[in-house]
């Protein structure tokens, strides 16, 4: 009897947890289930992958806007890295958590849409001016879900109340600003932007529903 009460809670925290991050969980096992029947989980030359699903000023021109839709299921260099599938539990979720799907839903996407085509552009008149590096990278196709992933890590940070919001907020553009150290600049200037459009979305938009935060946020209370 004890046995199939705790198989029952067990069950039930499953069911609760499926209605509650739909999203996240699956967006977090197609990425992890393509990474691995593409190959792309454990190398990172797939560019011919790359061709066919990312996004580049030429993808943008032609208005094939179905790609900034799929090239988030597709991780680029250097393959899928587990702490992204983590990471995209951790902010996704969060996210899907205060705000419910659809509102998670929506930042994620149209945070990647605001990072890769903000970063193509200015990667395209950069280049048109004379930076060789940026001509190049604007027509790279390039692909990965770190772009929506860290929107809505923004996003989250954004509907924070008081201190916390700068608590949340204040680490993510400490790590993003000076991280053109380690990542390309194309990919600098893509977080940079999709964390400024997702936090803005979310600030302007978002607040006027309702949403839940947890107990360490504000305790007592689970709608602000």
Excluded at 80 to 109: I, N, Q
Aim: hydrophobic share 50%; proline share 4%; aromatic share 12%.
């Amino acid at each position: 009897m004890r046995t199939d009460g705790g198989l029952r809670r067990r069950a039930g925290r499953l069911i609760d947890a499926g209605r509650t991050w739909p999203f996240t969980l699956s967006f977090t096992a197609a990425v992890t289930i393509i990474g691995v029947l593409s190959g792309t989980a454990w190398r990172d030359r797939h560019a011919d992958l790359k061709a066919a699903i990312g996004t580049d000023l030429d993808v943008l021109l032609r208005l094939r806007l179905y790609r900034f839709v799929v090239s988030p299921f597709y991780q680029s260099n250097p393959g899928v890295g587990w702490s992204m599938v983590l990471m995209l539990l951790l902010f996704v979720g969060a996210l899907e958590y205060a705000t419910g799907t659809r509102r998670a839903a929506a930042t994620f996407f149209v945070a990647d849409f605001a990072g890769s085509a903000g970063g193509i552009v200015l990667l395209a008149v950069l280049g048109e001016i004379g930076w060789g590096y940026a001509h190049h990278a604007a027509r790279t196709p390039d692909c990965g879900s770190s772009i929506g992933m860290f929107g809505c890590a923004a996003a989250v940070g954004a509907l924070l109340p008081g201190r916390w919001r700068w608590l949340a907020l204040g680490p993510l553009y400490g790590f993003l600003l000076p991280s053109f150290l380690w990542f390309s600049f194309a990919t600098w200037a893509q977080h940079l932007i999709n964390v400024s459009a997702a936090a803005g979305l979310a600030a302007l938009a978002w607040r006027r529903g309702a949403v839940r935060m947890p107990p360490l946020v504000e305790p007592g209370r689970r709608v602000v």
